[in-house]
T-cell receptor
Framework: GAVVSQHPSWVICKSGTSVKIECRSLDFQATTMFWYRQFPKQSLMLMATSNEGSKATYEQGVEKDKFLINHASLTLSTLTVTSAHPEDSSFYIC???????????FGPGTRLTVT | KNEVEQSPQNLTAQEEEFITINCSYSVGISALHWLQQHPGGGIVSLFMLSSGKKKHGRLIATINIQEKHSSLHITASHPRDSAVYICAVNSGAGSYQLTFGKGTKLSVIP
């Protein structure tokens, strides 16, 4: 089956620094990648949708200058949290879909803690 | 905008019990997904369906397009089935974004 990896699985950083999270589709070409944020005991919240080679589409209320998304290839998308603050601490999950399906394949998630 | 409702929110069952989780949505869809999220956080796609019924091992998913309703059944439940089960839908043809239900937290007790 289709596999999506995320790196790192967890990260702790100091307030004011930037953190990059990678999302890779390992065995298929991801036409579209999605980035989600999940707070404890809540459902996933879509942050942005990215298609390879084009700018990401951000959901209302998500700061595009703070959450930089790059989808430079059909197998890699990155989310950079710039000038992180404690309120950015959360669980970030990516998913990817190929051309042939509505199905999304989820990465294992990255737990970000900003101190 | 599609509204996705799941019930129950929480469910505790004894091992071997038959479990049903329900999902209803408000607007026509192109596909419905059942996802499983374990305490560690990773999400696994269990089923994607647009009509009828699918079965995988002890899991069965059904959908009634006319009634805008889907059910996920677990037969002979086991403690390892304890997880959050999430229903999500693609609304309309060519809509690849998912709208999520709030999830059902299942705890199976030995």
């Amino acid at each position: 089956g289709a596999v999506v990896s995320q790196h790192p699985s967890w990260v702790i950083c100091k307030s004011g620094t930037s953190v990059k999270i990678e999302c890779r589709s390992l065995d298929f070409q991801a036409t579209t990648m999605f980035w989600y944020r999940q707070f404890p005991k809540q459902s996933l919240m879509l942050m942005a949708t990215s298609n390879e080679g084009s700018k990401a589409t951000y959901e209302q209320g998500v700061e595009k200058d703070k959450f930089l998304i790059n989808h430079a290839s059909l197998t890699l998308s990155t989310l950079t949290v710039t000038s992180a603050h404690p309120e950015d601490s959360s669980f970030y999950i990516c998913s990817a879909r190929g051309d042939w399906t509505y199905e999304q394949y989820f990465g294992p998630g990255t737990r970000l803690t900003v101190t | 905008k599609n509204e996705v409702e799941q019930s129950p929110q929480n469910l505790t069952a004894q091992e071997e019990e038959f479990i049903t989780i329900n999902c209803s949505y408000s607007v026509g869809i192109s596909a419905l997904h059942w996802l499983q999220q374990h305490p560690g956080g990773g999400i696994v796609s269990l089923f994607m369906l647009s009509s009828g019924k699918k079965k995988h091992g002890r899991l069965i998913a059904t959908i009634n397009i006319q009634e805008k309703h889907s059910s996920l059944h677990i037969t002979a439940s086991h403690p390892r089935d304890s997880a959050v089960y999430i229903c999500a839908v693609n609304s309309g043809a060519g809509s690849y974004q998912l709208t999520f239900g709030k999830g059902t937290k299942l705890s199976v007790i030995p």
